[in-house]
């Protein structure tokens, strides 16, 4: 099964988010734009993985909750990967703090020794708002995405990581939490 493992969203901040592709999609710009449902913070991406696995993932993912406490992230700003030039995504940004940067550290550490591999690119939180499927309207959005370059989009509180499983289906993907895990409720984090 395709799965990965994230941070999942509160529905006032898939709403407001909503709201920011709403005004964007005014833009004309042929952008398959991602379900507000379906918005997430990947933390990693597994790939396709053997249902035998689950309990050493969720092993994995407990030992690290259990050194953090809950905390907040502010979704703020937007861009492009890879960039504005030659935009393919459209995301909206994760100011936090440091414990979800030790956080993603710590899952991507302890999956190595399972045998995924370890991301080759620096972590860049984010979430994926769409991607471009040509360039149509590409200097509008770019121009309407400039004027929220430093908006807030709400403070989240984060208390678990879910492990999600993705099937692909030609309306687009559909998650399922497969497990979720809490963060440790009293005591100091570690990453602080």
Known sequence: MRSFIAIEL????????????????????????????????????????????IGTLVQVMRGTCNKYT?????????????????????????????????????????LSSLGFEREKRNYAPHLTLGRFRTSQGKRL?????????????????VESLSLMRSDLHQAGARYTKIAEISLRETGPESAR
């Open 141 to 157: 959005i770019t121009e309407a995405v400039e004027q929220f370059s430093n908006r807030s989009f709400g403070v989240i509180g």
């Open 10 to 53: 509160p529905d006032t901040a898939k709403s407001a988010l909503a709201e920011l592709q709403r005004e964007l999609k005014k833009t004309g710009a042929d952008i398959r734009w991602v379900k507000p449902d379906n918005l997430h913070l990947t933390l990693k991406f597994l790939g396709n993985i053997e249902e035998k696995v």
């Open 70 to 110: 809950p905390f907040n992230l502010e979704i703020k700003g937007m861009g492009f990967f890879p960039n504005v030039r030659s935009p393919r995504i459209i995301w909206v940004g994760i100011n936090g703090n440091t414990a979800m940067t030790g956080i993603q550290s710590e899952i991507d550490s302890g």
